[in-house]
Every structure is written in structure tokens, then in C-alpha cells.
């Protein structure tokens, strides 16, 4: 009986670290490909975020990755969220998105609806 209290005593704990990583917030997307204030012209792929002002730490943020999972409409969209999570790194900043991420559309298309437009999300550092 040890061994399971014990094992079950790790798991609490590790979700408890887990969930108190983690960030709640919004996320747009954005269709066009400019070159991003962290690495210029650089492709990094379409798994990638620009960040708010709350986030980029003056460029700090710049190619970190997060977990990001979509946990509810922002607007009135029917069925906004999809299944599972997407891991998306830090390339650029977002001055005046209406969010705190600001995802590709390729990220946003595989949490989420793009006719929702805005969505909530959890995000926790990779």
C-alpha cells in the first residue's frame, strides 16, 4: 500500500507544478509573413507566436516555446476550441494585438476555429 500512496503523493505534486507554470489568456492569429523583431527574415517555421508587451520581457522571450491549449471562446463563436495542444515558439513581438499570444495561423488552426477569431488559452513554457 506504500507504493501506491507514494506514487499517487508524485503525481499531485507533479500536476501541482505544472498547473501553477501555467498562464491563462487570449490569442489571435495573424496571416502575414514580415520579418519578426526577433530574428529578422529568419524562417522558423509555422509553429510560431508573436508575444504582448507582458510577455517579451525586452526580447527576453525570444525563442522560448510554450504549450499552447485552447480553453474557450473570447466571442460569441458556437464550438471555438479543438482537441489537444500545439508547442509554439517565441519569434517576434505584438505592440497592439488583442492578445497575449498572437499565433500563426497554422498554430491557431490546430487548437482552434479562425472564424472564432479570439480565443482563450492556457500556456505553459515548454
Same mark, same amino acid.
Not at 66 to 87: D, E, M, Q
Given at each position: 500500500?506504500?507504493?501506491?500512496?507514494? +506514487? +499517487?503523493a508524485?503525481f499531485? #505534486? $507533479?500536476?501541482a507544478?505544472?498547473?501553477?507554470? &501555467?498562464?491563462? @489568456?487570449l &490569442?489571435?492569429? *495573424?496571416?502575414?509573413? =514580415? %520579418? $519578426?523583431?526577433c530574428? /529578422?527574415?529568419?524562417? *522558423?517555421?509555422?509553429?510560431?507566436? /508573436?508575444? $504582448?508587451g507582458? +510577455?517579451?520581457?525586452?526580447? /527576453?522571450?525570444?525563442? !522560448?516555446?510554450?504549450?499552447? =491549449?485552447?480553453? @474557450?471562446?473570447?466571442? +460569441?463563436? %458556437? *464550438?471555438?476550441?479543438? !482537441?489537444?495542444?500545439? #508547442?509554439? !515558439?517565441? =519569434?517576434?513581438?505584438?505592440?497592439?494585438? &488583442? /492578445?497575449? #499570444?498572437?499565433?500563426?495561423?497554422?498554430a491557431?488552426?490546430?487548437i482552434?476555429?479562425?472564424?472564432?477569431?479570439?480565443? !482563450?488559452?492556457r500556456?505553459? %513554457?515548454?
Amino acid at each position: 500500500m506504500g507504493m501506491k500512496a507514494l +506514487l +499517487l503523493a508524485t503525481f499531485v #505534486l $507533479s500536476l501541482a507544478i505544472t498547473v501553477a507554470n &501555467a498562464s491563462v @489568456g487570449l &490569442a489571435v492569429y *495573424h496571416t502575414h509573413n =514580415t %520579418p $519578426s523583431a526577433c530574428y /529578422g527574415n529568419q524562417d *522558423h517555421g509555422p509553429w510560431i507566436t /508573436g508575444v $504582448s508587451g507582458a +510577455l517579451w520581457n525586452n526580447r /527576453g522571450a525570444c525563442g !522560448r516555446y510554450y504549450w499552447v =491549449t485552447c480553453i @474557450g471562446g473570447a466571442n +460569441l463563436a %458556437p *464550438h471555438p476550441c479543438k !482537441r489537444g495542444s500545439v #508547442l509554439v !515558439r517565441v =519569434t517576434d513581438f505584438c505592440a497592439s494585438c &488583442a /492578445g497575449d #499570444l498572437n499565433l500563426s495561423q497554422q498554430a491557431f488552426n490546430q487548437i482552434a476555429d479562425t472564424r472564432a477569431g479570439k480565443i !482563450r488559452v492556457r500556456y505553459d %513554457p515548454a
